[in-house]
């Protein structure tokens, strides 16, 4: 199907957030309105402060939004994400999204191979043999295969970061939001991550948002965003290779 009749697979129309009263008051979003495409890796620019990880969590579910609607396929058919209960909007969320938090939310307790495991266990009913399976893989393209038993305290900050992209991506969900997903690694990892996120949207047509800072990211990428001021601005991408 040609690009140009695709529908999108994740709309975010006129989300307005703000945070705090009186005159503490401050609109983060004002009236964002962004659609996200299967097959695509998108990048999420801005400077800090501007409220990336705000539209992050609004677009996936985990923060509701002052107005506006975040519109998701989810089997076949398109949800108003903000209108479900929270019991359905935490199903929705399972099913299809994976998100790589700013400061990873690993779980102190489990091994680095059981954080992935967990997810497939209970996100998508996998066995404990397909689990232990899947959950290895992922590990192996994360170049973490001597750290599967290792817990977040005995690993490194890059470590953990790759442990949190592995836990996202391994249940291949249809929609993954990375927020500054390579901020603690070496290049060599950050394009390893970067790839393997590209692959996600272009082979499995998975929708990939991805906040970052790192300009090297931009060559990977399909479409690029801007956030300043509580305005989403896409740009073109050519002017920047
Ligand atoms: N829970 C909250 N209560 C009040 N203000 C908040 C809250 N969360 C975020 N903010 C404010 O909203 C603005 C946007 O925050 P956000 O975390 O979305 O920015 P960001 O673009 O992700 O920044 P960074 O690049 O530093 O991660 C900031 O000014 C922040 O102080
Ligand atoms: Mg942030």
């Keep these: 199907m040609p690009a140009t009749t695709t529908t999108p697979s994740l709309q975010g129309v006129k989300l307005v957030k703000t945070y705090g009263d009186g005159d503490a008051r401050r609109t983060t ?3 964002v309105t962004i659609d996200l495409f299967p097959g695509e890796l998108v990048l999420l620019m801005g400077p800090s402060g501007s409220g990336k990880s705000t539209l992050l969590a609004v677009l996936s ?6 107005s506006g609607q975040v519109m998701a396929e989810d089997d076949g058919r398109l949800r108003e994400v903000w209108q479900l209960t929270p019991k359905e909007r935490e199903e929705y969320r399972r099913r299809n999204t994976g998100f790589v938090f700013q400061g990873y939310n ?3 307790a489990l091994t680095a191979r059981q954080q992935l495991e967990i997810v497939l266990k209970w ?3 996998a066995t404990s043999g397909e689990a232990r399976q899947r959950a290895d893989d992922m590990l192996d393209k994360l170049g973490l295969a001597k750290n599967k038993s290792k817990k977040p305290a005995q690993l490194s900050g890059g470590e ?3 442990v949190a992209i592995g836990r996202a991506l391994v249940k291949n969900p249809n929609f993954v939001f990375a927020d500054e997903p390579t901020s603690a690694l070496d290049w060599e990892n950050g394009q390893k991550v970067i790839e393997l996120l590209r692959d996600a949207a272009h082979e499995r047509k998975a929708s990939i948002l991805v ?3 790192d300009h090297r990211i931009l060559p990977f990428v399909d479409v690029y965003y801007h ?3 509580g305005h989403l601005e ?3 991408l050519a002017a920047h290779h």
Excluded: A
């Excluded at 579910?61 to 002052?66: A, K, N, R, Y």
């Design 29 to 31: 979003l004002h009236e």
């Design 61 to 66: 579910g985990l923060l509701e939004p002052d």
């Design 106 to 108: 690993l779980f102190p």
């Design 123 to 125: 996100g998508s009913g």
């Design 160 to 162: 953990k970061q790759r």
């Design 211 to 213: 906040v970052s800072h």
């Design 227 to 229: 956030l300043e001021d």
């Design 234 to 236: 896409r740009r073109p």
